[in-house]
């Protein structure tokens, strides 16, 4: 009986002991929903040479307009180092960077540029990356872009986006009855921007193949609606349909075989699929209610669109093996122009609030808890298209009379124009990765 | 106790040495006739001449002359011969009836000797076995005797051994009492010792949880205003961070220990630890309780209430 006791009292202290040992868990669930802090140094110019762009400075608005990155101004850092000897990790503590990066351009031997980039980790007073690129001197801003991807890659784990590209359509009044419209292709960022197509007639809904070597877009230009493809390389265009009624809302199958539109021929807007090789049209809806803005989802197994079957404007989604039509929309009174993100996961659309009055604007819905952000307060918000890699939102919205390209990362988070400088613009569409 | 058959060698060699005597003695007395005297005898060899063949004649004559002499002298001799044997006969005659009285008389000599000789012997064997009696019965009254002795002290002994034995095991069982009651007070000791030591422990670790928590508080709050939650991070995600702190409540290292599937997560958790760089209240934490569980800590970052 001792004995147990003894033992009992033995185990017990083990017991304690080893709970004593056991180590201190600290759960940390909340924080600061912040920006990563970066300081993006002026790259020293060591080519001699007069540079058009200012890569760092095109590096650092990238990363900025992300909503994932909080660039330092560079009139509060405390000095410009260009190699890594230079970097005094003491200093961006102090200046509360979490990662600094420097470069330098030189000139080599064959007439190009090279450009050497490095990012350190301030906190860990460690490098993450360096890397040398050999760039003409015009393409400077490709290589901003370039570098402002691999340290977005590195420090977020996604894909960049800022060498991709951006179509819109301009309108502008030459005179009374007079309208020039013109379909444009610029950098993401809305600079380089080119006139890849003008017409006196409007031009609609521009859709970029999955591969971006192409564009469908409806074009009036014959006085009636007809959906056209162009290739980007050669300029090359075709006109793929025209039936009588509306033709509208082209959109590229994943695989790139086929085009989801909508037609009206039959009465009523139906969204139809059309397979490009064979020709072959087929329908997918049936209803007396409108049903337009088709778009694929990622697996291209299923179609969202929006459709006013249930009274007011929403948006289902229509499995195309099955056949089965689910209303993914329920929240506020219009939600139209819906995009899934290359995920699947969030839907963004244009979204009007039950007694939100007559405003418009950008929304984004969690399909996994289906619940809903509005990300804008233009109040005027439309054609929303999102960034391959599902950072960004672009949307066209009204300033004052006229139309202007908008962004906001889809945390909302961070909000930005679009430098436009002629006419109206709108129907943005954002590239997919391009090669 | 004496053997008896101690006394056996004695009185079979007494015996013995009585026989051997009377045996040698008897030779004296009984063979005492005369040794025979062996007459020598003599070979008479016949000498044959073959040169003589031719004197034969002569010697015949010779020969019967001879042996008419011879006859005549052998017939004086036989007369002397029958003479001198009844001479030789009578003569033996007296000798036999001589040593025929001789041998009476020794016979009767020899007879009263050992009529003698008996009666000796047997008075000395009634001696002896009177002795020998005498000496077994004593010997007896001693075995008797010392068997007495022997069983008393046997007895004695015994008694003397089983009081031993009882005081032995009576001593043994006090001991064993003593002893018992002794472990008890031990053990009971003991326990309480254990038991003062564990509700010391207790309290200490009451006091140390008290402290840990504190501290965990102290630590949770400081990261939590460190970490820069990043806008790929989603409700769920989960990077656990492995801490070694100095005693001095610097940031040794950090590192992740369990990853979130996220490298950009996972390194803004490491981040936010490396941001911080120093817990200065760890430095006021006792030094054991420092080494048991602030040395090396663990951070879970599990981002809660983010919008997605």
Redesign the interface.
Known sequence: MVKLNQLLVLALAALMSMSVRAELVVEVTQGVESPTRIAVVPFANDSGLALSEDVADLVQQDLGRSGFFEPMARENMLGFPSRRADVYFRDWRISRMDYVVIGRVENNASGQLNITYELFDVLREESLMTEPLSVPQGGLRDAAHFIADRIFEELTGLKGAFSTQIVYVTAEQLSAGKQRFRLKLADWDGARAQTILESPEPILSPAWSMDGSKLAYVSFETSKPSIYVQHLATGKRERIQSFPGLNGAPAWSPDGNQLALVLSRDGNPEIYVLNLQTRELQRITRHYGIDTEPNWSPDGRSLIFTSDRGGQPQIYRLDLASRNLERLTFEGNYNASGRLTQDGRFLTMVHRSQGGGNGFDIAVQDLKTDRVDILTRSGLAESPSIAPNGSIVIYATQEGTRGVLSAVSLDGRVQFRMPANEGDVREPAWSPYLR | MVDFRSYILPTFLALLIHGLVLALLSTHWIDHSEPKRSMPRHIQAQMIDLNALAERQAEQERITQEKAKQAEAAKAKAQREREQAAAEKRRQELERKKAKAEAERKAKQEAERKRQQEIARKREAEQKKKAELAARKKAEAEARKRKAEEQARREAEKAKQEAAERARKEAERREQQAKAEQ??QQ?LE??RQ??A??EA??AA?QQ?QAV?GD??SY??AV??????????ARNGMEAIVTIHLLPSGEVDQAYIAKSSG????D??????V??VQSFPRVADVDPILFE???R?????????????
Do not use: M
């Open positions: 472990e008890l053990a003991r326990e254990a038991r030591k564990a422990a207790a670790r140390s840990i501290i965990r630590i949770q990261l939590q205003d460190s970490w820069r939650i990043p806008s790929t996220n490298a950009a997560f390194n803004t958790a490491v981040q936010a490396y941001r048991r569980q602030l090396k800590l663990q951070v879970k970052f599990k981002p809660e209430g983010l919008r997605w």
